[in-house]
């Protein structure tokens, strides 16, 4: 079964401009949840998509948007990019919207570099 | 409320043990564990539940303390394929905003 795929894989912008990140999950899951990882800040949430609709948000500015097709594929986009944005971001999915038991398979990471 | 990780790096010999701590501030319902290499997606190890219930890789240990919310990685006999950063999620018991919250995580190196 293939696994999450993510793309691009390398993204290089500058400020101001506004970028859209593409993540595919693996076949039968049906949520999709967006992370940021930055060397100071680890690992953090920015929202989960189930069925089309966004089931949970993490503390982002409205900047940070995503939706969800009817095949699962997800899209995430960054509106007028800032320094701090320069990241790599990273979507997990898994079979249900659930909690606990619920395993989250990572794609490989989109690297976004805003200059 | 970012569960903290100790130690925040450690380098051990092949063949050693490691333990690595998660602790929160926070009532837990699971923790869960991943591990990451270097330029690569971080890789699932373990959930543990709050009442005991565990689903995870077969080599791996790890033990989760309800009263302290605190989550301990066990792992023996150190190989060096373990490298890599390991970080705890956490999901708190009263289903919050975020999937789940993870810590800074801890770098471990494995040297022959």
């Known amino acids: 079964k293939a696994g999450v795929t993510q793309t691009p894989r390398y993204l290089i912008k500058t400020r101001g401009q506004q970028v859209t990140l593409s993540c595919s999950p693996i076949?039968?899951?049906?949520?999709v949840s967006w992370y940021q990882q930055t060397p100071g800040q680890g690992l953090q949430f920015l929202f989960e998509?189930?069925?089309?609709?966004?089931?949970n948000k993490g503390n982002f500015p409205g900047r940070f948007s995503g939706r969800q097709f009817s095949n699962s594929r997800s899209e995430m986009n960054v509106s007028t990019l800032e320094l701090g944005d320069s990241a790599l971001y990273l979507c997990?999915?898994?079979?249900?919207?659930?909690?606990?038991?619920?395993?989250?398979?990572f794609g490989p990471g989109t690297r976004l570099t805003v200059l | 409320q970012q569960p903290v990780q100790s130690p925040q790096a450690v380098i051990l010999r092949e063949g050693e043990d490691a333990v690595i701590n998660c602790s929160s501030s926070?009532?837990?319902?699971?923790v869960h564990w991943y591990r990451q290499k270097h330029g690569e997606a971080p890789v699932f190890l373990m959930i543990l539940l709050k009442g005991g219930e565990q689903k995870g890789h077969e080599k791996i240990s790890a033990s989760f303390n309800e009263k302290k919310q605190q989550s301990s990685l066990y792992l023996t006999a150190s190989q060096l394929s373990y490298s890599g950063t390991y970080f705890c999620g956490t999901e708190g018991v009263n289903f919050g905003n975020e999937k789940l919250t993870f810590g800074t995580g801890t770098r471990l190196t494995i040297i022959p």
């Open positions: 997990a999915s898994s079979l249900e919207s659930g909690y606990s038991t619920d395993t989250q398979y």
């Open positions: 926070k009532a837990l319902y699971s």
């Open positions: 998509y189930f069925s089309e609709t966004q089931r």
């Open positions: 076949s039968g899951h049906r949520s």
